[in-house]
């Protein structure tokens, strides 16, 4: 987990709010993915991006949810009008490149919990 | 579609012994696999891989094994030791194409090694 900050650790929302995850990725990292773990499963690919651009958003759902990595801070994943079923660990992962075979430059964030109530 | 498995959700082994974790996939598309080992409330952490034109690899105390004919894939961890209590993610890549590095995780498995 070597320097991938992510923030807030634990969010707690009621339904229908709005959350707001943020996600820093290692120094010299220009490479965010975004996973999800629901209870009980593993963590699923949600989205990938580099500066500015989102490149493969194929495990995003269709609504409420979007990313961002604006040239400047954070990377953020929003996620609009919150059900129950949103509860979950969000993990932001970065890496150097694009395409990289070694799993050990995929470096994980220590997650944000999101309870929807 | 869970394109990777890992059927034990627990595995419970004795300090010192051998700790052997199995996964199973089914897209035989997916090219390099990988273990991830993760601590509760932490992100997961990489252990070792395996590119699929191998059939073993090894690092220290962890091997991992794979099988292409069966899709299958095992780690084994000797000897097993306290501090490799964890719940342990296989993952398959998936690069569909340029610059889309997903990983394709199983539901994990919970390692306890007893002293």
């Known amino acids: 987990n070597a320097g991938v900050m992510q923030n807030p650790r634990h969010l707690v929302r009621r339904r229908g709010q709005e959350a707001r995850l943020r996600c820093s990725p290692m120094k010299g990292h220009s490479h965010v993915y975004w996973y999800r773990q629901l209870p009980e499963e593993g963590l699923k690919f949600m989205v990938y991006l580099q500066k500015e651009n989102i490149i493969d958003e194929s495990g995003m759902p269709k609504e409420r949810f979007s990313a961002e990595f604006p040239k400047e801070g954070p990377s953020i994943l929003r996620i609009q009008q919150v059900v129950r079923g949103d509860s979950a660990a969000y993990f932001c992962?970065?890496?150097?490149?694009?395409?990289?075979?070694?799993?050990?430059?995929?470096?994980f964030g220590e997650g944000s919990w999101l309870t929807v109530v | 579609d869970q394109q990777v498995k890992q059927n034990s959700p627990s595995l419970s082994v004795q300090e010192g012994r051998i700790s052997i974790l199995n996964c199973d996939y089914t897209n035989s598309m997916f090219d390099y696999f990988l273990w991830y080992k993760k601590y509760p409330a932490e992100g997961p952490t990489f252990l070792i891989s395996?590119?699929?034109?191998?059939d073993k690899n090894e690092d220290g105390r962890f091997t991992v094994f794979l099988n292409k004919s069966a899709k299958h894939l095992s780690l084994h961890i000797v000897p097993s030791q306290p501090g490799d209590s964890a719940v342990y993610f296989c993952a398959a890549h998936d690069t569909p194409m340029q610059g889309a590095q997903k990983l394709v995780f199983g539901q994990g498995t919970r390692l306890t090694i007893n002293p």
């Open positions: 395996i590119s699929s034109i191998k």
């Open positions: 992962a970065s890496s150097p490149f694009a395409v990289d075979r070694l799993g050990n430059t995929i470096y």
